[in-house]
């Protein structure tokens, strides 16, 4: 029938080609015709029309890795220089969810991620978020609230494809005409092909129906065999993320064959393990080694999270997808060759690969958002009865490999009429509302595998981003707070008075415009002057920044003092006077 | 905690629940909600609230089920009558393709079809006719026709929840700019979470590749191994119909384990056999003799098919999900004891269950469709070329087992300028334009296990509804197509020119207002009229109405006179002069 039979832009001949509906490799042909696959099979490609032919030399042909549920923000840079380091890994879509940036600057933030996302290579869609702020406004002071009438702006926006994370379980469960409630309502009746999206670390048996009953069907929080086996069991979908990546998790999940029910996420990447260890890539390559099937394992980073999100026109090879795919030598070292987007080459491992920073890319006042003066010493006295030797304290425990924290009770030393908590080994954690709507501070206590001596400060901290700030000592929390309020945003870890290590994030207070590069090397250096200074998580820096999450188990603080989710109210410090 | 709680509606309780997640049955109870289910689990009932506890005695408990492509007018029945008969099978959720009655009324006639439909028990959806007429107006002449605009008229309404097949696969591959590519372009900009239906019965390598890379992503037409594992292979959904349920089909789907790829469905049902067979029950019965495991067949006509129409809110007994499901007592023999809609009982084994006929439930135009004059003999006259003892002409050949047609040549004798067909062992099949457009008669010549004398006549004729006439004389034709004119519709065997048996369809000429059992009753007479002259196909009725259907291969009549759809045109009953 000669070329007319069929017009292409390009061919990748002798390739093993990733079959999502076998879950086999193939050895096929593809063609590509305007940014989509119009042929996989192996006819005569003599056939085609106008293509240009690359010779794949057998290599392996899977698709683009998609990455459903994640946070840019976690990585503190733009969707710009997110995209350059997602494209070398091979993920060529992500799904973000806008949270953090929203708790400042509410839709118009989320609004400005979207245009920056506009610009890339990688497809960036973005969810609508559910729960800015992550409780409510009794708990928290964040910069701005997104109810319902936000939500209504932002999704005439074809870049937001689902309803973010539902956090506030508590509120679900127990009151039916919670705004979170009426939230998911709205968003099922006009939205009803929208996908809803969960947060409910470890409830369980009714607590959990009454959850899913609402209409919140899919759970990316930290997994064990039991609460990952009843979330399936009960119709939820499993975004699995590298701490719930345990050998009984991965083995459960290959001996049920559960690979319709879950897919692979990153939720929140550091930037300096993003640039040295990968992305959706590294946890992919590690369900492999914890025995996976290559097969099965890129099936839940490709075309699982592609169903999830309705986004039908990618997660395999085949007709009518987009040619996002990637080229790899080997299944086993999963070393990325060469990656295309929509059937043009956007990176090849011989290439020069090279970010160009874009400075004041976003609003003038979005550099200008700590709205917060000096602290001093006064501003850290935590009231204690008069006449007490002594007073039992709830006191935060924070525990190295998870963000939940525990609640413990100490006795700590009274003198002067305020708490003398510098006397014993306990640290203080402090946070400062900086959006100047009411400059709430709420003191608290800490221990456990957190610091020992000098303080830090972050105006990133989940998800309200007030200023966080843990310290062994008085001294060295006001000079870590004033640094990072003086930066206009940043983290900052001091000892003795003196600058150990920090990185400024500028924008908003929780973004840098660097290279995920620059950003990283930064990162690494404040991590390692925390870890100088006792802290012995495996990501200080998450840890510390989620000791002001509320939603996530057990006692946590915000600028409204010590929270407890599960009981749904704000707690004393003091127990017992 | 006591009832407080969960408040529920409805407990089942001791019930073996399938679990579409595991692919398993579990012993669990459920609980109902405002016509959701609540709760799925074994924890104590006590607890519940306010719920009325029914002991199902071990029976097992599995979903609704869930047919996503039918045509309720294939059974010529009203959607009132229809849903009567699916919930006593079982069937709580269709998705009808209504473009039969869009051929005859457009617009209105889905929604009148809609409207019959929010009445009923059993969840009716519908899919929007891409293909109305089936091919072009060139090849047919159809009550109206369904473009852009009348799909964006009725995209409004929220039981549209597809697109409906995509049958003009000519076009879609060779006519980037037809019309049926730019609707399929128009549903994808505008609705690209609506699935997007097809039917391309047999087309293979780079012309399959081409139609799915349109978007069109199923296919539910006739299957054998090689058509499907392409079709599977290249992304597309398969609707497996009865006739596609050979031992080999079935096989290679569990042998490949491809329970992801496909669900049954019903496609057309006479309405006979849906009252003494059943309707998608019978499948999942059938599947099961065939070899599949139970848990597979009910995952393939509930699960399955809710994910393909983005039906997320049913397919599966979980929380969140609609209350609609079977009780059974056995797996084995399938005998449904009673059927639950929302939370409530509507059909029980024991319980007497009858249909309560409602008439001139439609507009009234809907009731005088043809507009046609009686024919009389001159009107079948096939002219030949005067001087010739003979001619070739291409002869539609009919099989037993299939609804595609092959084309023969046959010598038939010339006389006086006509041909002298009644002189051969060939028939006459003809096509009467019954819209009053333009009066069009197509006459051809028709073979094979066809009818051997009499004639029969319908104003059921696949997809345009023109009046279709097969006999074996001329006489015969004229009376039966007469008969089905002066009745406003219906199909009228006729033989010696006496009636042997017939049906009214007074709604359109296509549809009854009586029961399913009395149109069975009915359509079984005329079946066995057809028998008796001579009809060999398996469906008779089905094979006589598709004959005016050109999108099903390969040599098809209409008004407008012998289509090859292959070739995309009209062709000469004469071949060689």
């Known amino acids: ?242 701490k719930s990546m345990t050998p009984e998790v991965i083995n459960y999940l290959i001996e049920y064959q559960l690979f319709e029910q879950f897919c692979l996420v990153t939720d929140d990447v550091m930037a300096d393990s993003f640039y040295n260890n990968g992305h959706l890539n590294k946890l992919v390559k590690k369900a492999m080694e914890m025995g996976m099937a290559p097969e099965d394992a890129i099936y839940a980073s490709t075309f699982t999270p592609a169903r999830r999100m309705g986004l039908t026109d990618r997660g395999a090879i085949a007709p009518g997808k987009l040619g996002d795919f990637i080229l790899l030598k080997e299944l086993e070292n999963f070393e990325i060759d060469q990656v295309y987007k929509e059937g043009k080459l956007v990176y090849h491992r011989e290439d020069e690969y090279k970010y160009a920073c874009k400075y004041n890319s976003f609003p003038r006042e979005f550099y200008r958002s700590i709205k917060r003066q000096e602290i001093n010493k006064d501003d850290l006295v935590i009231k204690a009865p008069i006449g007490k030797g002594e007073v039992s304290c709830r006191v935060i425990k924070v525990s190295d490999g998870t963000t939940f924290t525990e609640e413990q009770i100490h006795s700590v030393p009274v003198g002067q009429g305020k708490l003398m908590w510098e006397e014993t080994p306990l640290c203080m954690i402090a946070v400062f509302e900086r959006y100047g709507r009411n400059g709430n501070i709420g003191l608290g206590l800490i221990t456990g595998d957190t610091i020992k001596r000098g303080a830090v400060a972050t105006s990133y901290a989940h998800d309200h981003h007030n200023i966080l700030a843990v310290g062994k000592n008085v001294k060295d929390i006001v000079k870590a707070v004033n640094t990072v309020i003086e930066k206009q945003g940043g983290i900052y870890v001091v000892c003795d008075e003196v600058i150990k290590g920090g990185i400024d994030l500028p924008v908003g207070g929780i973004l840098s415009e660097e290279s995920i590069e620059v950003i990283g090397r930064d990162i690494a250096r404040v991590r390692h002057s925390m870890v100088e200074l006792g802290y012995k998580h495996y990501n200080p820096i998450m840890s510390l920044c989620t000791n002001g999450l509320p939603v996530s188990q057990l006692l946590k603080i915000t600028d409204k003092g010590l929270v407890k989710l599960s009981e749904n109210r704000l707690v004393d410090l003091i127990v017992e006077g």
């Open 1 to 242: 029938m000669g070329c007319i039979n069929m017009k292409v832009d390009i061919v990748i001949k002798n390739a093993s080609v990733y079959n999502a509906y076998f879950k086999k490799f193939f050895e096929e042909d593809i063609a590509i015709l305007e940014g989509k696959i119009v042929y996989v099979g192996k006819e005569d490609i003599d056939e085609f029309c106008g293509g240009t032919i690359i010779d794949a030399e057998g290599k392996y042909l899977i698709p683009g890795f998609i990455d459903i549920h994640m946070h840019i923000e976690s990585s503190m840079a733009t969707p710009q220089a997110f995209s350059h380091e997602l494209i070398r890994n091979g993920v060529t879509t992500i799904v973000s969810e806008p949270h953090e940036i929203a708790n400042v600057f509410g839709v118009k933030g989320i609004v400005e991620m979207i245009k920056g996302g506009e610009e890339c290579v990688a497809d960036i869609f973005y969810g609508v978020p559910s729960s800015v702020p992550s409780t409510s406004l009794e708990f928290e002071t964040t910069g701005f609230e997104i109810d319902i009438d936000e939500i209504k702006e932002l999704m005439v926006n074809d870049k937001i494809i689902c309803l973010g994370e539902v956090m506030n379980y508590y509120d679900v469960i127990h009151h039916p005409k919670s705004k979170i409630n009426k939230i998911v309502e709205y968003m099922k009746r006009n939205y009803p092909h929208i996908p809803i999206e969960g947060h409910c670390p470890k409830i369980m048996g009714k607590d959990l129906a009454k959850f899913i009953y609402r209409g919140i069907d899919s759970d990316h929080t930290q997994q064990r065999v039991p609460s990952m086996e009843e979330r399936i069991k009960r119709g939820m979908f499993i975004e699995i993320q590298e």
